[in-house]
């Protein structure tokens, strides 16, 4: 997606804090997601948060949203093995289709 | 377990063909949106379709078209492919046509054109 972008690759120890950042392009955005995507698989919807929240946490997940800089986070504490997936942030625009716009994704490689 | 099944999970098809994708959701589920997914890439949007009519669409030619059944079953439909068009087509489904409600995806039928 042309209008959210992301880094493409992310590593980190077991147990550590991973951050995987998006920035978005359109100011309308209404709400932002994270998704989770293993080899093979289809897309599972992390956590979501509204544009008027700055932050958003559920257990080992915590969404931090900068609507100045249009800047969107995803930090996972003590990341496990089983994190290891590429991550897409995605954005439905205000009056749009109802489409989700999504980055090209992050690729998270925990290592033990 | 998200309740979308998508069939077939791989096919082969060659330039020129035809292809039709099959989506089956949970009941209740009248939105279902088509996404293509190329290698390496986020999905694109195709379009969508809520109590059967399309109401919305991407950046994607006429030959890609669709159908939604009033039993919750949607078909992706394309045309004279392309090279191109090799990519994982998702399947995602939800209750109601708003902005809000939760995307269940399917996990994906992977096409190759050669």
């Known amino acids: 997606g042309e209008d959210v972008e992301q880094s493409l690759f992310l590593s980190v120890r077991e147990g550590d804090s991973s951050v995987i950042n998006c920035t978005y392009t359109?100011?309308?955005?209404?709400?932002l997601y994270w998704y989770k995507q293993e080899p093979g698989a289809g897309l599972q919807l992390l956590t979501y948060?509204?544009?008027?929240?700055d932050m958003k946490q559920d257990q080992r997940l915590t969404v931090l949203l900068n609507k100045k800089d249009k800047h969107l986070s995803l930090r996972i504490a003590d990341t496990q093995t089983g994190d290891s997936a590429i991550y897409f942030c995605?954005?439905?625009?205000?009056?749009?289709?109802?489409?989700?716009?999504f980055g090209s994704g992050t690729q998270l490689t925990v290592l033990p | 377990e998200t309740g979308v099944t998508q069939s077939p999970t791989h096919l082969i098809k060659t330039r020129g063909q035809q292809v039709t994708l099959r989506c089956s959701s949970q009941?209740?589920?009248?939105?279902v949106s088509w996404y293509q997914q190329a290698l390496g890439q986020g999905p694109q949007f195709i379009f969508q379709?809520?109590?059967?009519?399309?109401?919305g669409r991407g950046n994607f030619p006429p030959r890609f078209s669709g159908l939604q059944f009033p039993n919750y079953s949607s078909e992706l439909n394309v045309n004279a492919l392309e090279l191109d068009d090799s990519a994982l087509y998702l399947c995602?489904?939800?209750?109601?046509?708003?902005?809000?409600?939760?995307?269940?995806f399917g996990e994906g039928s992977r096409l190759t054109v050669l």
């Open positions: 995605a954005e439905i625009i205000s009056g749009s289709a109802r489409q989700l716009t």
């Open positions: 359109d100011s309308s955005s209404t709400y």
């Open positions: 948060i509204f544009s008027n929240m």
């Open positions: 009941s209740g589920h009248n939105t």
């Open positions: 379709y809520y109590r059967e009519e399309e109401n």
């Open positions: 995602a489904t939800k209750i109601g046509g708003g902005n809000t409600g939760e995307l269940f």
